[in-house]
Each structure stands twice: as structure tokens, then as C-alpha cells.
């Protein structure tokens, strides 16, 4: 399975590249993520759990970042054993290009499963992983971006952390990276 699209993201290059080698920041990103642990160096150890079609399983897996290039582009490769469910491993080729103050982030993503997760069918499994990168790629985007000129002063005060708000409100947690590394 493979897919191929352009995100805007409304940040600079050098925030959304930042932002991509962080362990919180992938952490957040990826949809079922229960554990990050390593480095964008070292690679990452994950465990994840994912339910496709009647499949739950929880994956162990490890995520390696390589062919970098500083700033523009790099390789996300990772695999994950899900026991009985079976594994899946795949990759995501990242390129960044400056779009005025945004970023335009360019992905391929390729995926592969096996086992019963394969059993279930590439209309299922296909459907499924683009759900994943779209969700991935939007909790990403919402992770950089701060909240937009659009938004309720409250909900932007809740995205810089106003614990009084509670935290579990969808869109609170927006541009928290961003407001993070210019602490």
C-alpha cells in the first residue's frame, strides 16, 4: 500500500523539523501510541495499540529516522509485532519546503502487514492506514500550528496550558510545540 500528499503547516521549516525529531511531538502523533521511548538519533522504541476491522492488537515495534538531511527531508521506517494479529512495518519519506512563513510537508508513505491483519483484506487494510497517516498528519499539523487568528481567546489560553480548563478538551492542546520551544 502506498499514498502520497502535501500538508500546509503553518510554521516555519525549522519549528516543523524540530518538531519532527521530537519524541513528545511523535508521541502525540501517532493515533493508539502508548509508549515513545529513545531518541531521533538512536531511533525510538513504540508500542501501539490498533484495532483494524474485528483485529485488536497491541504492537512493539521500533522506528529508526534515517537518510536526513538537516532541515529539508528524511526517511521514518518502522516495524512492529502485534503477536497473533500479526506485524506491519512501512516507512513515510518526509521532504520539507518553505511556503512563505509555512511549510509545505510532503510525505510517501508505503505499508505493509501480515499474518491475520493481512487475512482481512487490502480494501480494509488500504482504507485503514490512510486513516492512520490522515490522523497522524492532522495531530502532527495541530501540534505545530498554533491556534489560528479565528479562535476564541479562551481556547487559545487553554492551548498554552491554563490547567483551570482541564486539559481534555479537543483544540486545547493545539500549537503546543510550537509554544514550547519558543518558552
Known sequence: MEMKDTRRIEAEPAVVWQALLDPDVLKASVPGCDELTGSAEEGFEAVVVQKVGPVKARFKGNVTLSERVEGES????????????????????????????????????????????????????????????????????????????????????????????????????????????RR
Open 74 to 181: 528524511l526517511y521514518l521506517s518502522g516495524e512492529g509485532k502485534g503477536g497473533a494479529a500479526g506485524f506491519a512495518k512501512g516507512g513515510a519519506r518526509v521532504r520539507l519546503e518553505p511556503d512563505g512563513e509555512a511549510t509545505l510537508l510532503h510525505y510517501e508513505v508505503e505499508a505493509k502487514v501480515g499474518g491475520k491483519l493481512a487475512q482481512l483484506g487490502s480494501r480494509i487494510i488500504d482504507g485503514f492506514a490512510r486513516k492512520m497517516a490522515d490522523e497522524f498528519f492532522n495531530r502532527f499539523q495541530e501540534a505545530v500550528e498554533g491556534p489560528g487568528d479565528g479562535e476564541p481567546a479562551a481556547e487559545a489560553s487553554a492551548a498554552e496550558g491554563d490547567e483551570a480548563a482541564g486539559g481534555d478538551e479537543p483544540g486545547e492542546k493545539k500549537g503546543w510545540f510550537r509554544k514550547m520551544i
